[in-house]
């Protein structure tokens, strides 16, 4: 099966622009998260979706950032306008179950904001 | 790779050795664990997991071992090969209601040596 696609692998913006990461998960998948590494942080939860609604967004750091997941297939993360300190990796994965079995990974985007 | 700024323990051994890798966990209340490997430029991918009902589990070359008295875990990789070069992130469930919501630590660097 197609694992879990992200687009753009990389992304350099300026401070104040705009950018949208896309997620596309493995097909069949209802749950859907995004993570974040900013750089010298670990791995961090800002979301997760069932289906097209938002479970849990409370890693979600401030109102800069928005998520969807239209009709519950792809989701994308919108970060208006880029700040700095949000350079960093962003993953997302997605999940059959959400009891066992762990996430599938994307690879990420690199984000850098200069 | 994402890993740049980001000052992680490194554990260098031989190949044909056996490794571990340890991860201290905050809250007595996680009743899931996973182990993921990320490989540089790709997404977590997960290894093994353990619930808190189980103080050890096998995978093939792998072990962890959880001790909820000290919450403590650890990955034990058996005749560790150049191809498991990577850094390893132990990841506690701390979502509610079964929904996962994983807080990662911080990573361990593998180094094998031909």
């Known amino acids: 099966e197609a694992g879990v696609t992200q687009f753009p692998s990389h992304s350099v913006i300026e401070k104040g622009q705009t950018v949208t990461l896309r997620c596309d998960p493995i097909s069949g998948h209802d749950n859907l998260y995004w993570y974040r590494r900013v750089m010298g942080k670990e791995i961090k939860f800002l979301l997760h979706f069932v289906k097209e609604s938002k479970q849990d967004e409370s890693g979600m750091p401030n109102n800069r950032f928005l998520a969807e997941r239209t009709g519950g297939t792809y989701s994308t993360l919108k970060v208006q306008p880029a700040e700095l300190e949000d350079s960093g990796v962003y993953f997302c994965a997605s999940s059959h179950s959400v009891v066992s079995g762990g996430y599938t990974f994307g690879s990420g985007t690199r984000l850098t904001v200069v | 790779g994402e890993s740049v700024g980001l000052h992680l323990p490194t554990l260098s051994v031989q190949e044909g050795d056996n490794s571990i890798i340890n991860c201290a966990y905050s809250n007595s209340a996680s009743d899931y664990f996973i182990w993921y490997k990320q490989e540089s430029g790709k997404g977590p991918q997960f290894i093994i997991d353990?619930?808190?009902?189980?103080d050890k589990r096998q995978g093939q070359r792998v072990t962890v071992l959880l001790n909820k008295t000290v919450k403590h875990l650890s990955l034990q990789i058996a005749a560790t090969q150049p191809g498991d070069s990577a850094v390893y992130f132990c990841?506690?469930?701390?979502?509610?209601?079964?929904?996962?919501?994983?807080?990662f630590g911080t990573g361990t660097r593998l180094l094998v040596s031909p």
């Open positions: 353990i619930r808190s009902n189980m």
């Open positions: 990841a506690e469930n701390r979502g509610n209601t079964g929904f996962q919501k994983l807080v």
